[in-house]
């Protein structure tokens, strides 16, 4: 099974600054057909996870431009910057290019 | 508007069955692979199951292989988790999702 590795676990962060979360994989998520399936999404308390970036660096409809994706091969990031307070939760990384599919254990977002 | 609505869960016993029921609406219901994600209390996020558009392609994470069944029924727009032999480890928050797209969830708890 593919290992998701996300950091920190927890990160502290002041209202309009910017943060970097890490996803790693234990192999790499570039599927047969090239694309590479790595998702990001935000639990905000209570909620259901929602989608943000899929594919590594597409944002989802109607998430804002303050976050962006990056990376290739085992190595992700997301980039939230000039945070807000709508944007603390736990985001997860999830990895669909193989079966099982597997999550990240997260990484808790909270105000310094 | 994309909308997945989980129903089916409870409480049950340990060794019991239990059926959960996802319907959806405002998409294309045959068009899309569908997924089972759980989420035990106050835990991270574990891909159950997931099964292709026209239910050719189905698998399983290796807790569930052998007690869980996925289905869908395109007809009636439905997605199924049929769960057998359920153990106090299935106690979870149960997601049907769309990979971009998750239902609110459903509780099941196994206890005796």
């Known amino acids: 099974d593919v290992l998701m590795t996300q950091t920190p676990v927890s990160l502290p962060v002041s209202l309009g600054g910017q943060v970097s979360l890490s996803c790693r994989s234990s192999?790499?998520?570039?599927?047969?057909?090239?694309?590479?399936?790595l998702h990001w999404y935000l639990q905000k308390p209570g909620q259901s996870p929602q989608l943000l970036i899929y594919r590594v660096s597409n944002r989802f409809s109607g998430v804002p431009d303050r976050f962006s994706g990056s990376g290739s091969g085992t190595d992700f990031t997301l980039k939230i910057s000039r945070v807000e307070p709508e944007d603390l939760g736990v985001y997860y990384c999830l990895q669909s290019t193989h079966f099982p599919n597997t999550f990240g254990a997260g990484t808790k977002l909270e105000l310094k | 508007e994309v909308q997945l609505v989980e129903s089916g869960g409870g409480l049950v016993q340990p060794g019991r069955s239990l059926k959960l029921s996802c319907v959806a609406s405002g998409f294309s219901f045959s068009n899309y692979g569908m997924n089972w994600i759980r989420q035990a209390p106050g835990t991270g996020l574990e891909w159950v199951a997931s099964?292709?558009?026209?239910?050719?392609?189905?698998y399983y994470a290796e807790t569930v292989k052998g007690r869980f069944t996925i289905s869908r029924d395109n007809a009636k727009n439905t997605l199924y988790l049929q769960m057998t032999s359920l153990r106090s480890e299935d106690t979870a928050l149960y997601y049907c999702t769309r990979t971009d797209y998750w239902g609110q969830g459903v509780m099941v708890t196994v206890s005796s």
């Open positions: 099964i292709s558009s026209g239910s050719s392609y189905i």
């Open positions: 192999q790499s998520l570039v599927h047969s057909d090239g694309n590479t399936y």
